[in-house]
């Protein structure tokens, strides 16, 4: 059997949160790790940048540089009707700009040792028992174990065959430079508008000095999202100029982890770890990537070809579940979400519970057991149950 001279331990394609989050983390722990992403950082990410309280709790590095707001308020509203702001007394959703966090998380991992090789696109990877090849335009790299941080539309999982049945779903990010007033409307308060597009909804998150505005989830259809967006900002009564009008896929799906094989695994995006209900993946990207830190090294004691099966089954038992409880609760809220809206306003506390998920200071899995069985909650699912039937016959 021939034997690759094994140059790094990991080499980790993508340096957005979940790649460099893992190769800080593995770097530190003595691993030869080699980072390579496409892009020139810093670089412009098509993002929200929410945040969530419980995705900064991921982090151990102070983020405060790049923070441009700290929410306290969501305002919530049905086609622009019933509007209701909810209050909470700390932040629970940080703003980021994502090339602003994603340089804050790749310098923090280029001190901790990692070599980065930005411009450099991988177009080919094999893994065998002899270890790992990676070619990219320029050269060809040699490593014992190799991760996939890649994104949506994953090179590293096409390669391997890995998570091909993961589903995209789109969404549209305008920046918009807006006047003074329009931007204190906005301080430190989110809007979320969930009947403006069937499945999915509209926000605008406030950035210092101009407005992230969105639409997305739902549909794949990007002309019909560019209207609904276009008839938000005409609601909403707010007018600027365009920094950026990009529209991006997201990965949700995860329900099937097939992340894993011999040498490799995907971590974030590249593993379809995005909720179904509020498109939330930045958590999800960092989550992943401190479990795979976490168990590598125990995985290559035990298994040296194969060492990734620790990980494969923390990110089912503490991720995908969770997706599935969030995939329910996205049924069941866009099938009828003023009636599901009213609950919310006639009931602050299970919202206030709800933020405190978001802000990391509870689970998920805590709060659906905690209503699963509120008769009001049940009322309303099995009136989604029927809705959903109908729909189908
Ligand atoms: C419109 C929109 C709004 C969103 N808003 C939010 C939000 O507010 N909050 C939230 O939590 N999530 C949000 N998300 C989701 C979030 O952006 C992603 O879940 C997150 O970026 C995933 O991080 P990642 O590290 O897995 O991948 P990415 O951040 O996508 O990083 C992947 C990296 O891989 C590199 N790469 C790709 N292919 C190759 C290749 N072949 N060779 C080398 N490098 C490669 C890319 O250049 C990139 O730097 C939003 C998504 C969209 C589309």
């Not at 998570?163 to 430079?177: D, F, G, N, T, V």
């Not at 003023?338 to 990391?360: C, N, Q």
């Amino acid at each position: 059997m021939s034997t690759y001279p094994y140059v790094y331990d990991v080499i980790i394609v993508g340096a957005g949160p979940a790649g460099s989050t893992a190769a800080r983390r593995l770097s530190s722990q003595g691993m030869s790790v080699l980072l390579l992403d496409k892009a020139i950082f810093p670089r412009y990410k098509v993002c929200g940048g929410g945040l969530t309280g419980r995705a900064a709790s991921q982090l151990d590095i102070d983020i405060s540089p790049v923070v441009r707001d700290a929410i306290t308020q969501m305002e919530l509203c049905c086609a622009g009707r019933y509007p209701h702001t909810f209050v909470k007394s700390d932040p629970f959703i940080y703003m980021v700009m994502r090339d602003e966090f994603d340089m804050l998380l790749l310098q923090a991992a280029i001190e901790a040792g990692v070599r980065f090789q930005p411009g450099t696109r991988v177009n080919r990877v094999t893994c065998s028992e002899a270890g790992v090849a990676v070619e990219t335009d320029a050269a060809l790299y040699h490593s014992r174990y190799i991760v996939g941080a890649d994104g949506v539309n994953s090179t590293v999982a096409k390669q391997l065959n890995l998570m091909q049945a993961k589903r995209k779903i789109l969404a549209l990010e305008y920046e918009m430079s807006v006047d003074g007033p329009t931007l204190e409307r906005f301080q430190g308060k989110v809007a979320v508008d969930y009947g403006f597009i069937d499945g999915g909804y509209a926000w605008v998150f406030p950035k210092l000095d101009h407005l992230s505005v969105g639409v997305g989830l739902g549909t794949r259809d990007g002309r019909f999202l560019q209207e609904r967006l276009a008839a938000y900002l005409s609601r909403e009564g707010i007018v600027g100029r365009f920094l950026s009008e990009k529209g991006f896929w997201l990965s949700v799906g995860a329900s099937d982890t097939d992340c894993v094989r011999g040498r490799a695994a995907l971590i974030g995006d590249a593993a379809g770890l995005v909720d179904p209900f509020m498109g939330e993946g930045i958590y999800y990207a960092l989550r992943s990537a401190n479990i795979l830190a976490d168990t590598l090294a125990l995985g290559i004691a035990a298994e040296p070809d194969a060492p990734f099966a620790r990980y494969r089954q923390r990110v089912e038992d503490e991720l995908v579940r969770e997706m599935q409880l969030f995939q329910r609760a996205a049924r069941l809220f866009y099938a009828m979400p003023v009636r599901i809206h009213r609950m919310l306003v006639a009931h602050p506390k299970m919202v206030d519970h709800a933020f405190r998920v978001i802000a990391g200071e509870t689970t998920f899995t805590d709060f659906y057991q905690s209503y699963r069985r509120n008769t009001l909650v049940r009322a309303v699912s099995a009136i989604g149950r029927m809705a959903r039937r109908r729909d189908v016959r």
